[in-house]
């Protein structure tokens, strides 16, 4: 805004006259722009972006717009200062859908028409892959089998490019080895004459520098003839007359199999007509009656993939006792009770059961007698802090296993733990008491000794230095020519027997 004055004056005398017209103007924003590095941005990761525009009479509006979607701004700020400055912030939070697309920072004056400038950034948005697998777009899923080529495409979208690929099997990487048939090929894999250990579950797994993701999971099923199911029953015995049931499972795809039954024995080989099917189990029930009727049960199945290469073989014997239990082991021991649980080994070709006895040690009586169908016994009901010796073992029709021994001691209660640690503590208080009084009448008894040392030692110094005096009081007297007698009293009644002894060898005077 503009004031101009107009005077008018021709003399000195009056004052002139004045007129004022002021400008007020609507100008264009003259500049617009977004202040930003414009580096590339993380997906989910929040930024906040500034426009700045000057130049504009009244302020220019700010409006943010990505692509023809206008973004709502959460700041405002208006700066007049030599001109007009203004400036609007926009918190964004980019998704990998922003990728490629354009954010707009325009400015316009709302009192001129077509006034709007813009400022542009192509956005780069970052983000971790996303990784899709699938199989060869020209294979069938539910037509693999056995020595068909098999290959799967991991399909990855990612910004920036990805850095490392891992294709996995079962939770393991696979790696290429053209021995087995395995290619890696970046974004393949390739199996070559695909076998039984072929089928699984993979899925591929795609790394960044946004993180690393993995794919969907794709089970691969390989059709294939039938085999052996793994860890079923080969060893049947059989007694003479009596019918054993032979039970004979496979593993097919497709399920759907049929079944033929042959024995072999030394002397001959025979089809077996006479057995069952249900799904994917056979059973035929073989009785021997001469003891060349021993021998080897063969089970073949067929399914629309072809016949089973190698048959199910079953060995039948005659019957005998059950071999003995094994990895028996003491579970679940408290104050009153224990469980023993062992390993079941040959039934003997029949039915077996199973038996515990348990021997209270110190009256070597029988406690408990448990049968069961299977190897494992509970046994309640036992008072605390008692030992027992186990026998288990294995029966049948034919007679007993051996029989493994253990050595079985129940817990202590908690409250004869309490006891036993109250008795500990009174023992060891007793015997340091015990020691204590021992002690203190060892001190004693020292302390008295040694006064009655002091003062015996004491009276006997006395005494020694009394005879010293003695023994000094008797040269003193000695010096004298007489006794001391002789120089008291008369004559005549003091030592009387000394005169004459004397003097018996002086001649009487005359």
Known sequence: MVTLTCQSSNNNMSAPLTTRITLDMNLRPMTVRILDRRQPLSSGKVIELECRTNGSRPPA????????????????????????????????????????????????????????????????????????????????????????????????RANPRVTEITWLFEGQEIQTNTTVGVIVSNQSLVLQKVRLASRGHYYCSAGNSEGSEKSNVVYLRVQHAPICKPGQKTLYGATMHDGVKVRCEVEADPASVTFKWTFNNSEEQSNINDFERSGTISFTTFTPRTEHDYGTLLCWARNSVGTQRHPCLFLVIPAGVPDPLHNCSVLNK????????????????????????????????????????????????????????????????????????????TLASPESLAHNVNNQWRTAVGSVLIILVSVAAGVITVGIATILVIKYRKKKGQENRSG????????????????????VGPPDEKCPDLIPGRFSSVTPLR
Request: glycine content about 4%.
């Open 61 to 156: 509006d700010i409006t943010w717009w990505k692509g023809s979607e206008q973004l709502m701004s959460n700041k405002n700020r208006t700066k007049q200062k030599d001109g007009n400055l203004n400036h609007n912030i926009l918190t964004f939070r980019p998704s990998k859908e922003d990728n490629g697309k354009y954010l707009f920072c325009k400015a316009e004056n709302p009192e001129i028409r077509n006034s709007a400038i813009e400022d542009t950034w192509r956005l780069e948005v970052y983000y971790p892959p996303e990784v899709t697998l699938r199989l060869g777009s020209k294979l069938r899923h539910s037509h693999i089998q056995e020595g068909n080529d098999v290959y799967f495409e991991c399909n990855i």
């Open 334 to 409: 408290t104050d009153h009770s224990f469980r023993v649980e062992c390993e079941a080994g040959y039934d003997g070709g029949l039915r077996q059961q199973f038996v515990m006895e348990a021997y209270d040690t110190p009256r070597r009586r029988l406690r408990e007698n448990i049968t069961s169908s299977f190897p494992s016994f509970l046994v309640r009901s036992l008072p605390e802090s008692s030992s027992y010796v186990v026998l288990v073992y294995a029966v049948n029709v034919r007679g007993a296993s051996k029989t493994r021994v253990l050595k079985v001691t």
């Open 468 to 487: 010293e005096n003695e023994e000094e009081e008797k040269p003193h007297e000695n010096k004298n020519d007489s006794p001391s007698c002789l120089n």
